[in-house]
């Protein structure tokens, strides 16, 4: 073999440099992309489902590393176990802060990106890309991907780190056959790999019930020139094995067609029809993404029929047309058809009968993961680096944009009131919204805010909207309007454990012990005991007997169900201000920091903490609950 003249070993060893270091900087600047659009999310308080989920979740509250195995075991995470433990691990190492959390969520994102830019890259040169292209290919497919605001929902919304989470072991999962296809593993070391993603993504959301479709589909398109993965006999046992997993995942039953889910407006037909105008919907929003048409809550009409509304027909007709042109231009541009049918495919969980919100936004994560690669794998070389520019002024304004939507999601009550100006569902977002205001002390605003919505609302919401009516102007001191507010809802929907509770409380507070002794004995005979309880210590501090009302709290306590945070804080808060009562400031302290450490929003605890350290002396522990209070737009 005769050698190569110095120039060229020169040469050679240049390009092999030169590809890892194009390799690390695309890595770094994808990271650097993530880091940037997403660091104001660090700052952000927990919102939403991240209370039950996460705050009021004792299941992922360990007190050390060996509680972990009895977080896998608890009721909350029987579904989504490896979720769960990540919010486990997440509170062993900082509690209930927050930005911990936020963290946590945006490196799986990162994680994503690079794994997604990866894999791109290993498709594209199957494919026969030059080498260098493919790397340029993969990064704006991937940056494009990272960067849209339309992920926010995935990223900063803690709780749907399930959703970011599954798709980690997805993509990861799909990695693994373009590593077995490139010849890098062996059959029975992908084929375990393989499992061990499903068994892992599953274990984080059940959206990841297709990863086996999607491998299939993955082999199928870019590698359609090779000898099958899988043959016919080996994909109708696959098509069994998947088939039996749904039916026990179903409970052995289909659901009752039409008949409408109990707190919705549709039936698991009129979900079905719905769905192909969404996935339609989340088509545009990611091609699209500005802030101002995102959203957390959707006012949308579910179809009736195929007619009802008319785009029902189009929409089912488009998806069915576009499917049938991808498979056939498989061969031709065969990333761009598995990015369609991807879409399809990884939406089709979320996107059937089941019974879920017709609209969220972070349903699209793992869809869109392949739509950019796809497009830009229709353009040739010359066109790929013309397009450079473009690309990057379009991911540069993604970036920025994402950003604008974290500002989004700050205080809870400002939120909705954007959701509200944005078109989200009305009687939702007011139920949203006041419940915020209430929390923040707006007691009156909250009151107008439930008011101007209970005109349209029905059923439950109805039910929660004059709740909140009632709380908010019974807080506000106005006792005539509060029961006026409960009777109502009394009158609409019977007797309600809140009506019970709070009609109590409005008769203590109005001096009607008769009254208030009537509505104690209600509570009992219906288990409410906790409730009871918190009548009788409050009618206890009213005779000035602060050491009844202790005692009378304590039994409260011990008489919450395992597990109800929610009732457990509204207990230990009365429990709190009967010690303050009784002249024991360390213990109420002590209970109030209980509080706050379990529910970080709970902002009446941080004002009672706020003025004990005032009373102390303590003027600089004071100033800054103040400025956390002011921070998250609550009145000190």
């Known amino acids: 073999m005769e050698a190569l003249p110095a120039r060229g070993v020169r040469e050679l060893a240049g390009l092999q440099l030169r590809l890892p270091l194009a390799t690390l900087a695309h890595c770094a600047v994808l990271a650097a992309l993530v880091g940037f659009a997403y660091a104001n999310a660090l700052q952000l308080p927990f919102l939403f489902d991240d209370v039950p989920n996460i705050v009021l979740n004792p299941a992922v509250h360990p007190r050390s590393a060996a509680d972990l195995a009895a977080v896998l075991d608890s009721p909350y995470s029987a579904r989504r176990p490896l979720a769960l433990a990540t919010f486990a691990l997440n509170y062993l190492a900082g509690g209930l802060d927050p930005a911990g959390y936020h963290l946590v969520n945006i490196v799986i994102h990162g994680a994503n990106a690079l794994l997604l830019y990866a894999l791109i890259r290993i498709l594209l040169a199957a494919l026969g890309r030059d080498p260098g292209e493919a790397a340029r290919l993969a990064f704006w497919g991937a940056a494009l991907w990272a960067v849209n605001p339309l992920q926010t929902q995935a990223v900063t919304?803690?709780?749907?780190?399930?959703?970011?989470?599954?798709?980690?072991?997805?993509?990861?999962?799909?990695?693994?056959?373009?590593?077995?296809?490139a010849g890098r593993l062996r059959p029975g070391r992908f084929w375990m790999g393989l499992i061990a993603c499903w068994v892992l993504a599953l274990a984080s959301k059940e959206n990841a019930a297709t990863l086996p479709l999607a491998v299939l589909l993955l082999?199928?398109?870019v590698y359609a020139h090779r000898r099958p993965l899988v043959g016919g006999r080996a994909l109708a046992l696959l098509a069994l094995v998947l088939a039996g997993?749904?039916?026990?995942?179903?409970?052995?039953r289909l659901p009752d067609w039409t008949a409408r889910y109990p707190g919705r407006?549709?039936?698991?037909?009129?979900?079905?029809?719905?769905e192909p105008r969404v996935l339609w919907h989340y088509l545009g929003l990611y091609l699209w993404p500005l802030p101002s048409r995102l959203h957390l809550d959707y006012a949308w009409a579910p179809s009736r029929g195929l007619l009802d509304p008319p785009v029902t027909a189009l929409a089912l007709a488009a998806w069915a047309l576009a499917a049938m042109l991808a498979w056939r231009l498989r061969r031709a541009a065969p990333l761009a058809a598995f990015a369609l049918l991807f879409y399809l495919l990884a939406s089709a969980v979320e996107a059937s009968w089941v019974d879920l919100e017709l609209v969220f936004e972070h349903r699209a994560y793992l869809p869109t993961a392949f739509l950019?690669?796809?497009?830009?794998?229709?353009?040739?070389?010359?066109?790929?680096?013309?397009?450079?520019?473009?690309?990057?002024?379009?991911v540069g304004l993604a970036a920025h944009a994402t950003t604008l939507r974290n500002e989004d999601w700050g205080v809870r009550a400002e939120f909705w009131r954007t959701e509200q100006a944005r078109g989200a569902t009305p009687a939702r977002a007011a139920i949203n919204r006041a419940f915020g205001l209430l929390r923040q002390g707006r007691h009156a605003e909250a009151v107008r805010v439930a008011e101007a919505a209970l005109g349209e609302a029905e059923g439950r919401r109805r039910l929660i909207l004059l709740n909140l009516i009632g709380m908010g102007r019974l807080f506000?001191?106005?006792?005539?309007?509060?029961?006026?507010?409960?009777?109502?809802?009394?009158?609409?929907?019977?007797?309600?454990?809140?009506?019970?509770?709070?009609?109590g409380e409005i008769a203590l507070?109005?001096?009607d012990a008769a009254g208030a002794q009537r509505w104690i004995a209600t509570l009992e005979a219906a288990g409410a005991r906790p409730h009871a309880r918190i009548l009788e210590a409050g009618r206890a501090l009213r005779a000035g007997d602060a050491a009844a009302a202790v005692a009378r709290l304590r039994e409260a306590l011990a008489a919450v169900p395992a597990g109800d945070d929610e009732l457990r804080g509204l207990v230990e808060l009365h429990l709190a201000n009967a010690l303050l009562a009784l002249g024991r400031p360390a213990q109420a302290r002590e209970v109030y920091l209980r509080i706050v450490r379990r529910d970080p929003e709970n902002h009446e605890a941080w004002r009672a903490l706020m003025r004990m350290l005032e009373a102390g002396g303590d003027a600089a522990g004071a100033a800054r609950i103040r400025r956390l209070l002011e921070g998250q737009g609550v009145a000190p």
């Open 245 to 252: 997993l749904a039916w026990f995942y179903l409970g052995g």
């Open 509 to 511: 507070r109005a001096g």
């Open 265 to 274: 407006d549709f039936s698991p037909l009129e979900r079905l029809l719905t």
């Open 372 to 394: 950019a690669a796809g497009a830009l794998s229709l353009l040739g070389g010359r066109g790929a680096r013309w397009s450079a520019p473009a690309l990057a002024v379009a």
């Open 157 to 181: 919304y803690v709780v749907q780190r399930m959703a970011a989470l599954a798709a980690l072991f997805y993509l990861a999962g799909l990695a693994l056959l373009a590593l077995h296809r």
């Open 476 to 503: 506000a001191g106005d006792l005539d309007g509060a029961r006026s507010a409960f009777e109502r809802q009394r009158a609409e929907f019977g007797l309600t454990l809140d009506a019970a509770f709070y009609l």
């Open 219 to 221: 082999d199928r398109t």
